[in-house]
C-alpha cells in the first residue's frame, strides 16, 4: 500500500525501485541490441565478425597502403583501439540525441523511471564494445603482444568512457526535446572533438603547440582516456602513460574531473527535465 | 497549491474511516501551454526572443474531485477533447500534475494503452516480455507466466511468429491477454474494446467481470456508453475539463447522450433553432437493449435468426399516440435498418404520466456481419421526427458465416439461364 502526494506523484527519472530501473534498462538494450542483427543468417555472429572485418580493412589500409605511423611500432594496432573506444562515444551520443523522441509513444502512454532510456542507449553501445574488444584482444595477441596484467587497466579505461557517454547522453537527449538542432550541432561537435583527440596520431603531436598546450590538451577526457588505453595495451617507451604525456598528474586529474562534472551535469539536467519530458515531445 | 499528504495523516485516516478510498483525487488540475508559434530551432529562438513567449493556456482538466472506493468500476465519460485522457495519464503518472491532490492506496497498473511497446520486427514470446516488464513484472514473473498469456489470446500455434505477421485482432489480444497478467490492484483502461472479434470482445467482458469480482477497482474511459451501463458503477461525465456530474452508471450515461444529442435532435425540427430552449422532457427512454427470445440480454446476434430489441419509457406528462422507434446504424455511421410503431400501427394509445411502457421489437436479422449501434427514440405522434428522448447506448454484433456486401444480406437465389 502506497501513499503518494501530487508532487512527488508524476513521472520521475528514476522511479520507485532499482529492480524494475535495471531490468527496463536492461530489457530494452537487450532489445535493441537484438533488433540490429534481426533477420540475418548469422544473427550474434555479426556482431563480432562485422568488427573484425572492418578493422582488418582500416589495419591493412593505415599500415600497407598509406603507411601512417612511420614506423612506429604497433600502429595499427594503437589505431584499432582507438576507433573501437571512439566508435562507442559516438554510438552512444550519436543515439542518445533523439532516444527520448523516437521512443514518443512508451513516454505518453506508460509510467516508468524516465532515466532508463538514455541509460539503455549507452548499455547498448556498451555491449557493442566488448564484442569489439575482442576484435582488439585478437589482434593483440595477433601482433605478438603478451598478455600482461596492465590490460586490465582498459577495464577502467572503458568504464570512463561509459561514464562520459552516458553524461553526455543524458544531456543531449534532454536538450533535444527542447531544441531540435542539438542534432545537427552534436555532429559537427563530435567531428571536431574526433580530429582534436589522439584517435589517428600520437598526444605528444600536441607539442608543436607549445609544452603547457599539451598539459591543456590533455585535460580533454578523450585524450588522457585513448593515451592510457594504448600504455595498458602496448605500454613500453613508445607508448608511455597519460601522466607521462601531460608532463604531471594534474592533467590527468583534471581530466577525470571533467568527466565527472559532465555526468554530473548530465544527470542533474535530465532528472530536472524528467516529469515534463512527456508533454513536451 | 499543493501540499503533500504524510504517510501518517493518511493512517490515521484509516482509522477513523475504514473504507478508504482507493483513489482520492482532490481538486486536481492539469493545464497545456501551447505556444502560439512553435520554436524549435535555436536560430528562431535567438532571432526573436519575444516572439515565443506568447503562449495559449489549455486547461484540460480543472478543479475535479472525486474518490473511488476500493473495488469500485468507475467510468470516465466524456466527448473528444473533455479532458477524460489528460486525466487518466496524470492518476497513471506520466504527466505532472499542477495543482490539487492525488492519492493512490494500492499497486496502480502503470499502463493506460494496449499494446505499448510492440516491436514488430520481433516474435511475439519477446513482445511479451518486454511488454510484460514495462507493465512492472519481473523478468521472472514474465517468464513464468507466457504460456498463460498465449493461452489466454488463443496464439499458442503464433508464438514464433512476427508481431508484423499478426492481424489486427490477433494484437489487440495479445496485448489483452498480457495487460491482465499485471498485478495490479487499481487499472487504468482507455478504450480498450474498439478491436478484435465479438468473441473475444465476450471473453473481455467476462474478464472484466472476473477482474471486478477480485476486488480490483476499475477506472475505465470511454464513448460506448452501453459498456458503461453493462460494466460500471458509477460514472463521471468531463465536460471541458471541468467534472458535469458523478453518479450512478445509467444517468450519467443518459446525461452524456442529452448533451451529445442535444444538438442533433433541435436540429432535426422545421426551424433549426439556435439555443435549445429547456423544455420539460415529457417522456424519457429508461433502456434499450438487445434480447433473446426468452428474454435474455445478448451482445451477439446470428445472421438469419430473429432479433429482438426491447426499450422500456417512462412518460412524464400526458401523451397522445407516442411513435416508438429504433433505427441500427453500422460502424461507419450509415442507417441500416430503421422500424417504429407508425409503419405498424397508427395509434399507439394515451399514456398517464408516471406509466411506465415496455415495447418489444422482433425482425428478421438479414444485417451485414458486423456492429450496429441501437438507437431508440420515443417521439411525438407524426412521422416520428421531434423526439422526447432518444437512447444510444447499446449495440449488437452480428455474426455470419459468409461475408456480406451490402448494409443487408437479404436471402437471395441466383438463376442462370444459357441463351
Known amino acids: ?281 | 497549491m499543493t501540499t503533500t499528504v504524510s504517510v501518517e495523516r493518511s493512517d490515521q485516516r484509516l482509522a477513523t474511516a475504514p473504507a478508504r478510498p482507493a483513489v482520492s483525487i482532490s481538486h486536481l488540475s492539469k493545464s497545456f501551454r501551447i505556444p502560439r508559434e512553435q520554436a524549435h530551432t535555436l536560430k528562431e529562438r535567438v532571432l526573436h526572443p519575444l516572439r515565443f513567449r506568447q503562449y495559449d493556456v489549455l486547461r484540460a482538466v480543472q478543479d475535479v474531485t472525486v474518490d473511488i472506493a476500493p473495488g469500485e468500476f468507475f467510468g470516465i465519460v466524456g466527448r473528444n477533447g473533455s479532458g477524460k485522457s489528460t486525466l487518466l495519464k496524470c492518476l497513471a503518472g506520466i504527466y505532472a500534475v499542477d495543482d490539487g491532490q492525488l492519492a493512490v492506496h494500492g499497486r496502480l497498473s502503470p499502463f493506460i494503452e494496449l499494446g505499448v511497446g510492440f516491436n514488430m520486427d520481433l516474435e511475439a514470446r519477446d513482445n511479451v516480455i518486454i511488454n510484460a516488464i514495462m507493465l512492472g513484472l519481473t523478468r521472472k514473473q514474465a517468464r513464468e507466466r507466457f504460456d498463460d498469456i498465449i493461452a489466454f489470446a488463443e496464439l499458442e500455434e503464433f508464438t514464433e511468429l512476427k508481431l508484423k505477421n499478426y492481424s489486427s485482432g490477433m494484437l489487440v489480444r495479445l496485448a489483452f491477454a498480457t495487460a491482465i497478467q499485471v498485478d495490479a490492484e487499481i487499472l487504468l483502461i482507455d478504450e480498450v474494446l474498439a478491436v478484435g472479434d465479438a468473441a473475444f470482445q465476450q471473453k473481455c467482458f467476462d474478464e472484466f467481470g472476473r477482474l471486478r469480482a477480485a476486488g480490483r477497482t476499475i477506472l475505465f474511459v470511454t464513448h460506448d456508453m452501453g459498456a458503461v451501463q453493462r460494466f460500471c458503477d458509477r460514472a463521471m461525465l468531463l465536460e471541458r475539463g471541468r467534472v458535469v456530474d458523478i453518479g450512478e452508471a445509467s444517468l450519467i450515461a443518459r446525461e452524456y447522450n442529452r448533451i451529445n444529442f442535444e444538438r442533433t435532435t433541435s436540429d432535426g425540427g422545421a426551424g433549426a433553432t439556435a439555443t435549445p430552449s429547456p423544455t420539460p422532457q415529457l417522456a424519457e427512454v429508461l433502456n434499450a437493449r438487445f434480447e433473446s427470445a426468452d428474454r435474455e440480454p445478448v451482445l451477439t446476434a446470428n445472421q438469419g435468426d430473429r432479433c429482438y430489441v426491447r426499450m422500456e419509457v417512462r412518460f412524464l406528462a400526458p401523451i397522445d399516440d407516442p411513435v416508438f422507434s429504433i433505427s441500427l446504424e453500422n460502424e461507419s455511421g450509415n442507417v441500416a435498418f430503421a422500424t417504429s410503431t407508425n409503419v405498424h400501427q397508427a395509434s399507439t394509445g394515451h399514456f398517464e404520466p408516471g406509466v411506465t411502457a415496455s415495447a418489444r421489437i422482433a425482425f428478421e436479422n438479414w444485417l451485414a456481419p458486423g456492429r450496429y449501434r441501437l438507437i431508440a427514440t420515443v417521439a411525438r405522434e407524426g412521422w416520428g421526427d421531434d423526439a422526447y428522448d432518444v437512447h444510444t447506448t447499446s449495440s449488437i454484433v452480428v455474426l455470419a458465416d459468409r461475408p456480406g456486401g451490402g448494409l443487408a444480406d437479404l436471402p437471395s437465389e441466383i438463376e442462370i439461364n444459357r441463351s
Open chain 1, 1 to 281: 500500500m502506497t501513499t503518494q502526494a501530487a508532487r512527488s506523484y508524476g513521472p520521475s527519472a528514476l522511479g520507485e525501485g532499482g529492480r524494475r530501473f535495471t531490468e527496463l534498462a536492461l530489457t530494452m538494450a537487450r532489445t535493441e541490441f537484438k533488433l540490429r542483427y534481426f533477420g540475418s543468417v548469422l544473427g550474434y555472429v555479426w556482431s563480432l565478425v562485422r568488427p573484425l572485418l572492418f578493422f582488418t580493412v582500416l589495419y591493412l589500409f593505415f599500415t600497407k597502403v598509406v603507411k601512417l605511423g612511420h614506423g612506429v611500432p604497433h600502429y595499427g594496432l594503437y589505431l584499432l583501439t582507438n576507433i573501437v573506444l571512439w566508435a562507442f562515444l559516438a554510438e552512444a551520443t550519436g543515439n542518445a540525441v533523439n532516444c527520448l523522441v523516437v521512443r514518443e509513444g512508451l513516454l505518453r502512454k506508460v509510467r516508468f523511471p524516465r532515466m532508463v532510456i538514455p541509460l539503455s542507449v549507452s548499455l547498448t553501445a556498451t555491449f557493442n564494445l566488448a564484442m569489439n574488444f575482442v576484435t582488439v584482444i585478437v589482434f593483440a595477441l595477433a601482433s605478438g603482444i603478451f598478455p600482461s596484467v596492465s590490460w586490465l587497466e582498459l577495464i577502467a579505461v572503458a568504464v570512463g568512457f561509459i561514464v562520459l557517454g552516458s553524461g553526455i547522453g543524458m544531456l543531449l537527449s534532454a536538450l533535444y526535446v527542447r531544441f531540435r538542432d542539438v542534432a545537427p550541432i552534436w555532429e559537427v561537435a563530435l567531428q571536431v572533438w574526433f580530429y582534436g583527440s589522439p584517435v589517428m596520431y600520437f598526444a605528444n603531436a600536441y607539442r608543436h603547440f607549445g609544452h603547457v598546450f599539451q598539459q591543456i590538451a590533455m585535460v580533454n577526457p578523450t585524450a588522457t582516456l585513448l593515451t592510457q588505453a594504448s600504455h595498458a595495451l602496448i605500454g613500453g617507451h613508445e607508448y608511455p602513460s597519460a601522466a607521462a604525456r601531460a608532463y604531471g598528474i594534474g592533467p590527468v586529474l583534471g581530466a577525470i574531473a571533467v568527466i565527472i562534472f559532465i555526468f554530473a551535469l548530465g544527470w542533474w539536467f535530465f532528472v530536472h527535465e524528467a516529469p515534463r519530458v512527456a508533454e513536451k515531445l
